[in-house]
C-alpha cells in the first residue's frame, strides 16, 4: 500500500480518456457548428466549448508526488488494459445538459459548464473504469472520496464558461469574468443529440492536474500536460491516428514522461 488513507493525498494528476480522433473530429466541428448557430442557444461566449484536443473522460484524480507513485500507477494501468484484452472501447457522445454529480450546480438558466454523457450498449467501457478506479484507490494513489452510487460518471464537459478567466493563453487585461449561458432551450432540444457516433477510444493519459499552454497545429492553446500514454485495448500497432494536440512549450519538467505501448 503506497498512500494512508487516513491522510489527505496531494492530488496531482489525473487519469483521462481522450473522446476525439482524426476519424471523429470531422462529427464533432459538425455538432458544434450546428449548436452554436442554432438561434435556439442564445449568444454562447467565444471560447465556451471544450477545445477537441481536451474533450475527455475522467476517471479520478492521482495523488503521484514520487516516481515510485507514478510507477505503481503505470502498473495498475498495464494490467487493467491487459485485463481487458484486444477488445476496442468505444462510446456514444450524447446530449447537453447538467452533470450526473449531484453536488454539481444544477441551474440550466445560469449554467458555468455543460456536460454530455457516453453511452456504450455493451457497458465495456463502464466495467474497464471501474476496474481501473478501484485498483488505482486500493492502492492509495486516489482520492478515497467513491463517486456517487459508486460508478464512475461516464461523462465529458463540453462547455465551460468558468475556463475564460483564466484561460493560460489570453493576456490578463482580456482576460474575463465567467459569463454564464441560459441552457434551458439548449437542454430541451439536445438532452438526445448525439455529437459523436462509435467514437474508438485509443489511448489513456495520466495527466497534470490544471490548463497550462500547448501548441495545437499552429496556434496555442489551454490544454494538458500528459506525463504517461498507454494504448487502449486493440489499438497497439493498428494504424489507427489518434488526434495528436500537445506539444509542451516552456513546461518545467515536474515528473517523468512516458510513452508505453
Do not use: W
Amino acid at each position: 500500500m503506497l498512500g494512508n488513507f487516513k491522510e489527505a493525498l496531494k492530488l496531482t494528476h489525473f487519469v483521462r480518456i481522450p473522446l476525439v480522433t482524426r476519424a471523429s473530429l470531422p462529427q464533432l466541428l459538425k455538432s458544434y457548428s450546428r449548436i452554436e448557430k442554432d438561434t435556439i442557444s442564445g449568444v454562447i461566449p467565444k471560447g465556451a466549448f471544450t477545445h477537441p484536443a481536451n474533450l475527455h473522460l475522467s476517471l479520478g484524480e492521482l495523488s503521484l508526488t514520487t516516481r515510485r507513485k507514478v510507477e505503481a500507477a503505470l502498473k495498475i494501468l498495464r494490467s487493467a488494459i491487459a485485463r481487458h484484452e484486444d477488445r476496442p472501447l468505444t462510446a456514444h457522445v450524447v446530449g447537453i445538459g447538467n452533470s450526473l454529480l449531484s453536488h454539481y450546480s444544477r441551474d440550466l438558466p445560469r449554467a458555468l459548464r455543460l456536460f454530455s454523457r457516453l453511452e456504450d450498449p455493451t457497458k465495456s467501457l463502464q466495467r474497464f473504469c471501474q476496474g481501473v478506479n478501484s485498483d488505482l484507490r486500493d492502492e492509495g494513489l486516489m482520492k478515497l472520496r467513491p463517486f456517487e452510487n459508486g460508478q464512475v460518471p461516464l461523462q465529458t464537459r463540453v462547455m465551460d464558461t468558468r475556463r475564460l478567466a483564466r484561460d493560460p493563453t489570453m493576456d490578463k487585461q482580456h482576460k474575463r469574468s465567467k459569463p454564464r449561458i441560459d441552457a434551458t432551450n439548449i437542454h430541451r432540444k439536445y438532452k438526445d443529440f448525439v455529437l459523436m457516433e462509435d467514437v474508438r477510444l485509443q489511448e489513456l493519459h495520466i495527466s497534470e492536474i490544471g490548463l497550462t499552454k500547448v501548441q495545437y497545429e499552429d496556434v496555442m492553446v489551454a490544454g494538458y500536460r500528459n506525463i504517461a500514454t498507454l494504448a487502449l485495448p486493440g489499438n497497439a500497432g493498428d494504424g489507427t491516428e489518434p488526434l495528436q494536440a500537445e506539444t509542451e512549450v516552456r513546461i518545467p519538467v515536474r515528473t517523468p514522461r512516458y510513452r508505453v505501448r
